[in-house]
């Protein structure tokens, strides 16, 4: 089947509303690109890491994938891609089989293997913003093996696009890409990173926003993470519909229904808790923690 024959029936098959058909994520022929030439363009990273475990005190990266793309800072348009970079590293002892089945990685594959230090970090040096799809767990790993990132602002395409907002329930990369009619090789990391690329080439679903212009507007926000303690059990419902979850404790944190909101806005939602949720508008059992969205800091304010 040629490429005409291809095309013709995944349009067919779209067309009878029974199927969606998912496209191999390929930049190279991408056309979504701008591509256009701009002044003064800016230079982004999507990177993705696979690694040892989860514990950036012990564990190592086995696996680095970064797109280098230029974007226009104004009107937040995705150029082209200018470089990509994808290498092992041995990590000094052996893999457990539980990260080899996760990532396919063997032992084989980072025997003897080091980073590209130069090639990296020049690509960090070059770069107005890092983006990762869970950042807070990437960045803790890479700034410990490439310091020259913790100079560079990061962006998390994971928490910071509303995406239950967009009717997107679930915000694993894969599924992403499924609900915008793609798919990838998972789990390798230059392949991560490609497919986080094409997911901010899309509009978010129901408000049309590009997202990465979302992302552009949001990186460096700082939320305030309201845990209503004590909260009246009659009120889960009002506070289900405001769009609290429920912490059970398990995993840390309060007990209690809990909710994020932009820094600005916290006194707003104190207000609210005092007039629909706490008797008498009482509301000194409330905790607020004001956080960024990667997780940089964290300072409890009551």
């Known amino acids: 089947m040629n490429s005409l024959e291809a095309e013709i029936a995944v349009t067919s098959l779209n067309a009878t509303g029974d199927y969606k058909v998912l496209r191999r994520m390929n930049l190279s022929q991408d056309n979504r690109f701008a591509g256009k030439v701009i002044a003064n363009p800016r230079i982004g990273l999507c990177l993705d890491t696979e690694t040892t475990g989860l514990n950036p005190a012990c564990d190592k990266i086995i696996e680095l994938g970064i797109v280098a793309f ?8 995705i150029i082209k891609i200018i470089d990509r970079y994808a290498g092992f590293e041995d990590p000094g002892f052996p893999l457990s089989a539980e990260t080899t ?20 970090c020049r690509l960090a040096d070059q ?5 990762a799809h869970n950042a807070a767990f990437d960045r803790k790993f890479v700034e410990a093996r490439f310091p020259v990132f913790s100079k560079v602002p990061w962006g998390c395409s994971m928490t910071q696009v509303d995406w239950q907002a967009e009717r997107i329930s679930t915000r694993v990369l894969e599924y992403l890409l499924f609900k915008f009619g793609w798919f990838i090789n998972a789990h390798r990391a230059l392949d991560d990173a490609e497919g986080l690329l094409g997911i901010l080439l899309e509009s978010l679903p129901v408000s049309g926003t590009p997202i ?23 009120k889960k419902d009002v506070l289900k519909q405001r769009g609290y979850r429920w912490n059970d404790g398990a995993q840390g944190g309060c ?15 104190l207000t609210w808790l005092a007039n629909e949720v706490y008797p008498r508008g009482i509301t000194d059992s409330v905790e607020i923690t004001r956080v ?4 940089r800091f964290s300072i409890r304010e009551r």
């Open 70 to 77: 230029q974007y226009d800072p104004l009107t937040a348009g």
């Open 101 to 120: 089945a996760i990532t396919g990685i063997t032992d084989e594959m980072v025997s003897g293997q080091s980073f590209d230090n130069a090639q990296v």
């Open 127 to 131: 770069a107005s913003l890092v983006i």
């Open 212 to 234: 990465f212009k979302v992302l552009l507007e949001r990186y460096d926000e700082v939320t305030a993470k309201v845990c209503a303690v004590g909260a009246p059990y009659e």
């Open 255 to 269: 007990k209690a229904w809990w909710t994020s909101v932009p820094g600005d806005m916290e006194r707003e939602e």
């Open 292 to 295: 960024d969205a990667l997780d």
